[in-house]
């Protein structure tokens, strides 16, 4: 089984997927930087050399994620995800045709390779999508409370776009089965009982699909013990 866990930047996902991982003995897959990626930093190199590698960057992500899914896969077991292949393709390698770092042809050669990939064993829908999302204005907070330099240097403009895509891309989405969650009502940081509402909700969703042997009781069990 495979869950995944979707958002922008600033919605918590990583915090989400880790609780989770912990809270059900699920594997963990996070998000990595690929330090062998032999475009990054040609990507970088300014406006022109964008529009030069944005094809081959966005191919190599493409298909180091799906060699990651093949590997998790083969290993088997349960499983969450901490961003899917569908955000990689259809909100940032998208955002980077409308951005005009790739062209028609490039964009259509792309999503030719990328809906064949859809039909491999490898790119199973998940059993369930977890959607984090809030208004633009509430990220923007988060993104900044954080403090992390490249972001808090990265114009509003990119911020409001990626938004965008992403409420476009979540209005469309039909592969599985979602549980949105209002980020603004389920804050991890700042409730610690947030833990345990979206776990509850989980186990509806997914019935007797979760570990039977939680790692440790919830909160309300733990004090009906002490």
Known sequence: ???????????GKTTLTKALAGRFGLQLA?????????WLESFYGGPEEMHSYALPLQLHFLATR????RRMRGLGGSWILDRTWYEDAEVFARGLFEQGFMTSDEWTLYRRLYSELL???AARPPRLLIYLHAPLATILERIAERGRPREKDTPVEYWSALHSRYERWFAEFRHCPVLAL???EYDLLSNADAIEEIAARLRVQLEDELPQTELWAPRARQRALA
């Open 1 to 11: 089984m495979l869950i995944g866990v979707a958002g922008m930047v600033g919605t």
């Open 30 to 38: 996070l998000e990595s930087v690929d330090a062998e990626n032999p």
């Open 66 to 69: 799906f060699a990651s899914m």
């Open 119 to 121: 039909y491999a064993p």
């Open 182 to 184: 209002d980020v603004r």
